[in-house]
């Protein structure tokens, strides 16, 4: 019996994803990069300065740190105006509902997420209070696919790997949840998400609601 659900935030709980996308996109072509969903599907879960080497490495000179400092703040600012207008309305479908079926059903609720913006995206929300516990993304020395970041959501929830499941939408994600020795639901494409146990294509089909 699970005793606790870890979700993951951006791509799952609302579409964030898109605007990391979006701001992701206008760096990397403003660096000469070509970018494009698929290739976007990698950055997917990866923290900040991870995602920008991984664009990096495609341009066809090399940066400094500062450069790249300069590079991830602006990607930054950028996001943080996308997210500035967003609302409760912006939660995805079966979102609200899946939190509440899971704290019905008894389980404690924990948010994974490697957004350093996360906590200002569940304010936005109005779901804050909904979690038992929210990982500061500031703490983790290690992102997805690591499982740093979920075996701490359980640690802090007080709960044991093997009886947790998490939440993702992210190639990486989902291997960070089997990395962490949980069961794993992926929200998106089963052909992209086979690592998980199962797939589901949205909150709206969470096996809880
Ligand atoms: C999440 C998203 C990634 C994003 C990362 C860091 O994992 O899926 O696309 O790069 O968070 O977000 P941040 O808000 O800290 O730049
Ligand atoms: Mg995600």
Known sequence: QFK????????????????HYLAWKRLAEAQGVH???????????????????????????????????????????????LIATMTPADLLPGAVEALDAARAAGLKIGLASVSRNAFEVLDRLGITGKFDYVVDAGTIARGKPDPEIFLKAARELGVAPGDCFGVEDAVAGVASIKAAGMYAIGVGDPRVLAQA????????AFPLN
Do not use: C, Q, W
């Open 4 to 19: 606790a659900v870890i979700f993951d935030l951006d791509g799952v709980i609302t579409d964030t994803a898109r605007y």
């Open 35 to 81: 970018f494009d969903e698929a290739f976007n599907e990698h950055l997917k879960g990866i923290d900040r300065m991870g995602s920008l080497e991984l664009i990096l490495a495609s341009a066809t000179r090399s940066y400094t740190d500062a450069e790249k400092l300069a590079l991830a703040t602006e990607k930054n600012e950028h996001y943080k105006e």
């Open 197 to 204: 146990d199962i797939v589901i294509p949205d909150l709206a």
